[in-house]
């Protein structure tokens, strides 16, 4: 079992007594794990299912109607009338997920046009597709977290490193490193956006890329202003006076110390990655056409002003989110405080 130094032991002493962020924290750990095992809970293929006496499972594996006593060598629908009797005369049943419905599955039975308000079906309404709106928000909310966290990784890698390159040498290798930001952060990301989505389609990995390239630049300048101060330090020019290789102070000296602040800023990188995301869905140049996003709601909602619910929604969505984000980020930044 790892144990914890007296100084993380103090600073996890200091984030739990901020019962905020603590709370925070716990939340969006459970709809982290919510939001990934979205085939668990919202899905048109059941869990489970029994026929002929063998049991079958949808959600992990793709079965042909053949293979379940039908006659069509394709994948059935589950929902659909014909294969509840067939599955139900081979003594047969089917256990759905708590949302039958999958985030591009429409509901054929709809009592009034899509969009159509909340119902016992359709506890947060459909879209103007007919798509299950709460199964789009699960698996849209998904995409969002996993594209932030992936951009907040790689984005910090590149910053501290050419932060801590900056702040540990100075000299001509800051001053070029400057001026390189200073260039980076001028180009107009948006547009460079808009224009390369006339070559290539938007993707998760492409948008992670071009993104990459330019939000590494938000923790730069917090790990520079570490390392310029932690260089001057007694216990670093002793290292360095002992021969030690510039790697190893790096690493060992004064980069944990930079951490700190580093580390109290990845919640605000986060939701800055989010609505970024969330911003190019909604302008139509993020996921390609018909993912679940949380952008996209947003733009159901603005173009069907009559369904106020698919507005609602996104905002809610996104607002809880953001704001567990902030407040673990501001407990973070009590915890690791050095004035505390």
């Not at 910053?159 to 801590?164: D, F, K, N, P, T």
């Not at 001053?175 to 460079?192: I, K, T």
Request: aromatic share 12%; charged share 15%.
């Amino acid at each position: 079992m790892m144990r914890l130094s007296p100084l993380a032991r103090r600073r996890l002493e200091r984030f739990r007594k901020n019962r905020r962020g603590w709370w925070s924290l716990w939340l969006f750990t459970a709809l982290f794990v919510l939001c990934l095992g979205a085939e668990l809970v919202a899905n048109d293929k059941p869990l489970v299912l029994k026929a002929g006496g063998h049991y079958y499972f949808p959600v992990l594996q793709r079965y042909t109607e053949q293979q379940l006593g039908g006659v069509l060598p394709f994948q059935p629908d589950y929902r659909s009338d014909y294969v509840r009797k067939l599955v139900a005369g081979q003594g047969g049943w089917m256990l759905f997920p708590p949302i039958a419905f999958g985030p591009e599955t429409p509901n054929y039975e709809l009592a009034r046009p899509a969009p159509s308000p909340p119902t016992e079906v359709n506890w947060l309404g459909t879209d103007d597709q007919a798509r299950d709106v709460l199964a789009r928000v699960i698996y849209g909310a998904r995409v969002s977290i996993l594209f932030a966290l992936a951009l907040t990784l790689l984005s910090s890698v590149i910053g501290v490193a050419a932060g801590a390159l900056q702040g540990y040498y100075g000299g001509w290798v800051d001053l070029l490193g400057q001026r390189v930001q200073e260039v980076w952060s001028g180009l107009p990301v948006l547009y460079l956006l808009i224009i390369l989505s006339g070559f290539v389609e938007p993707g998760f990995w492409w948008l992670l890329g071009i993104m990459t390239l330019f939000s590494w630049l938000a923790l730069v300048d917090v790990v520079r202003a570490e390392f310029l101060r932690g260089r001057s330090l007694e216990y670093v020019k002793a290292a360095r006076a002992l021969g030690l290789p510039s790697t190893t102070v790096i690493v060992r000296h004064i980069l944990p110390n930079a951490m700190n602040a580093t580390l109290s800023y990845l919640p605000f990188i986060l939701t800055g990655a989010i609505t970024t995301l969330s911003a190019l869905d909604f302008l139509g140049f993020g996921m390609p056409a018909g993912s679940a996003s949380l952008g996209e709601l947003i733009g159901q909602g603005k173009q069907n002003l009559q369904a106020p619910w698919l507005g609602l929604t996104a905002f809610f969505s996104l607002a809880v989110i953001l704001c567990l984000l902030v407040f673990i980020g501001e407990a973070l930044r009590d915890a690791f405080d050095p004035r505390a």
